[in-house]
């Protein structure tokens, strides 16, 4: 065992209306979701889970750390994020070694990142 963590396994979100958030990352991420249930809605994405939960929530949510969903082209998919309803947070910029990350707010107020990474791979 390498310590204590054994990696990121959950991003959560917060969203005012369930099923709305459910259709649109459905979309996002292309496929449905493998746990749903009115209290919690769970995506199985690449290994990683990416929850919604019902909320009030507030209409813009503020950075209080951003999980950056890895993706082959960071510009490809920031640009679908927004034709499918996101609004620009950080535009997509090259954050050095070939890193590049950008951020959108999805229609619920969360701060939704992508990452394209080519020096990650993952661990066992």
């Known amino acids: 065992m390498s310590g ?15 099923a709305k958030a459910k259709a649109w990352y459905a979309e996002v991420v292309g496929h449905a979701p493998y746990f749903d249930e009115p209290f919690y809605v769970g995506f199985n994405v690449g290994g990683y889970e990416l929850g919604l939960v019902p909320d009030g929530g507030a209409p813009l949510r503020a950075e209080a750390g951003v999980a950056y969903w890895g993706v082959t082209d960071a510009e490809a998919a920031y640009a679908r994020l927004i034709l499918l309803g996101a609004t620009p947070q950080d535009p997509v910029q090259d954050v050095g070694g070939g890193i590049k990350a950008g951020a959108v707010h999805d229609p619920f107020g969360n701060i939704f990142g992508v990452i394209e990474n080519p020096h990650f791979t993952l661990d066992s």
């Open 4 to 18: 204590f963590f054994l990696g990121l396994r959950t991003a959560k979100y917060s969203v005012v209306d369930l």
